[in-house]
Structures are given as C-alpha cells and as structure tokens.
C-alpha cells in the first residue's frame, strides 16, 4: 500500500521560498509520475506541478517560472522548490501521482502572508 508523508510548510512572507518534500513508501517509486497538488478551503484540490517518471516536468500556468518539481528516486521523493511565494498560493499542498490518485497523505499547510 502506498504510503505519502509531506513536509516542508510553514508560514512566510511575499516573496520568499519553501522547499516540500514528500517523502513515497510502498511500491516501486520509479514506475510512477508523481504531482503536486494543493487545496484552499471549500475548494477541490488542483495538480500545480508534475513530473514523469522520466523527469518531464508540466505547471499550471499560476505557478509557472516560480515553482520547480523534481524527483529523486533512489529516495524515493519528490520535491517541490517554490520561489517569489505569494498569498494566493497558501494552501494544503498534497504530493500524489497525477492520475487515479493513491489515498491522500495529510498534507503540508503553506502560509503566505505578510
């Protein structure tokens, strides 16, 4: 059974970085494509970043040039480096694979607020 632990969050200020990891368990994390998601309250979970199991990487365009996805599967994890943050992404951010999600870890709260 896969398991998914993130971590990472915190609360920060415009402009600054956070770094999210998220750390896989259960399978054989190289087969998979793995994704980023996050969730604000009352609203559904939207995939912000992906990465291939070959390492291609896709953004939604609200995060594009500021957020970088990458992957180290000999750790079996998956990384999230985001930059110039800005209120609008504070959010629950959630790693999974980008389709036919697992079930959701708890995710890691990310606060952006001056």
């Known amino acids: 059974q896969v398991q998914l632990v993130e971590s990472g969050g915190g609360t920060v200020q415009p402009g600054e970085s956070l770094r999210l990891s998220c750390v896989f368990s259960g399978s054989i994390f190289s087969f998979y494509a793995m994704g980023w998601y996050r969730q604000t309250p009352g609203n559904e979970r939207e995939l912000v970043a992906s990465i291939t199991n070959g390492g291609n990487t896709n953004y939604v365009d609200s995060v594009k040039g500021r957020f970088t996805i990458s992957r180290d599967n000999a750790k079996k994890t998956v990384i999230l480096q985001m930059n110039s943050l800005k209120p609008e992404d504070t959010a629950v951010y959630y790693c999974?694979?980008?389709?036919?999600?697992?079930?959701w870890g708890q995710g890691t709260q990310v606060t952006v607020s001056s």
């Open positions: 999974n694979r980008p389709t036919s999600p697992w079930n």
